[in-house]
């Protein structure tokens, strides 16, 4: 964990004094700055004054948030999104070109999975799924065109976790190929790939960044010329966050710290009591001396997140009674928030598949996601115990 994060979350990025003396960041709702005078514009253009210009290229409260994330992360330079899907597409279009090939871990997010398998073959770009636990097929993938390897960590659902000090290694024999790191089940706070070799590091700041389950919103980080090419490239494609949301994002960040710190704690303790349960087949938590890289995971990271994945001892419609029992915990897709969220990936992220391509994926008829939220932990833990008493 950075030293000083707490108070780089309250303080970092923002100018000590404000618009009007205000303490907080104002919200500049405006798609247009005007010039004074041709003097002005000619300042502008020269870049000898740096001003705002048109909100598709930026925004004060936009800007804020940047620099906070920036300096959270240990990154020179940040842009933000609207959503963290927008913040993955833009940063491929932007590194990758015709002719070029990329390398991909095959337990991705769905979505990002599908955008490089059925989408980045229309400009010509060429990329391989690779099993991220095999670090050896990760280096035999690698040709003289390969521009770009992208992985998360930990991932959804099964909370794998990127070994970076093998796959530095490995990158040190290849110069030419960037690495991104999707870190948003990660975070700042539990693990910093920039400074475990990684070259961007990209979140969806919908979920433990923001915090509140109330904005969409990516971020894109690492150095100032890699973010500068996706800088220039939004402005054409758009994707840019609204200040509103940027603003939300400021006040998430300020308890970012102590939320993670929270989160974490009652992450470990729900995944430890659900390991331990009858009704529990399997749990996947990295804090787990049952995860496969549990060991990777207390070399690389400070801590473990929120979110738990789980096998319930059961078929389809046990899994359905469990859900339909829930008192407490919500059922839904997202993760990171002040709710504990439940989702069940096999009839809600996986629904348009068969369930003979769900369990090619990994995602079982029993299989659950959980992220614990901040609830009194006894609390969640008793909604959980009591749903699987209709099992």
Known sequence: ???????????????????HDSITTPIIQSSTFVFRNSEEIRRFTQKEHFRYEYGRYGNPTQKAAERKLAILEGAEEAVLFASGMSAIINTLLTVLKNGDHMIITDDAYGKTLSFCKNWL???????????????????KAIQPNTRLFFSESPTNPYLNIMNFSRLREIKSRYPQMIVVSDSTFATPFNQRPLELG?????????????????????VVLGSAELIQDIVNFQKIMGGVIDPHCAYLLLRGLKTFSVRMEKLNKAGEEVAQW??????IRRCYYPALASHPHHEVAKREMNGYGS???????????????????????YIGPSLGGCETLITHPATVTYYT???EER?????????????????????????????????
Not at 274 to 279: A, D, G, Q, T, V
Request: charged fraction near 30%.
């Open 198 to 218: 990684a070259d961007i590091v990209i979140h969806s700041a919908t979920k433990y960044l923001a915090g509140h389950n109330d904005i969409l919103a990516g």
């Open 274 to 279: 659900l390991e331990n349960h009858p009704k």
């Open 1 to 19: 964990m950075k030293k000083n994060l707490q108070t780089d979350c309250i303080h970092g990025g923002e100018d000590r004094f404000k618009p």
């Open 353 to 355: 598949c068969t369930r």
């Open 121 to 139: 073959p229309k400009w010509g770009i060429d990329r391989t799924v690779v099993n991220m636990s095999d670090y050896d097929a990760i280096e």
């Open 307 to 329: 979110v738990v994945s789980f096998e319930l001892d059961g078929d389809i419609d046990a899994s359905n009674r469990f859900l339909d029992n829930l008192k407490l915990c």
């Open 359 to 391: 369990y090619q994926l990994g995602i079982l008829d029993n299989l659950f996601r959980l992220s614990v939220g901040l609830e009194d932990t006894e609390d969640i833990i008793e909604d959980l115990d009591n749903a699987m008493k209709a099992i």
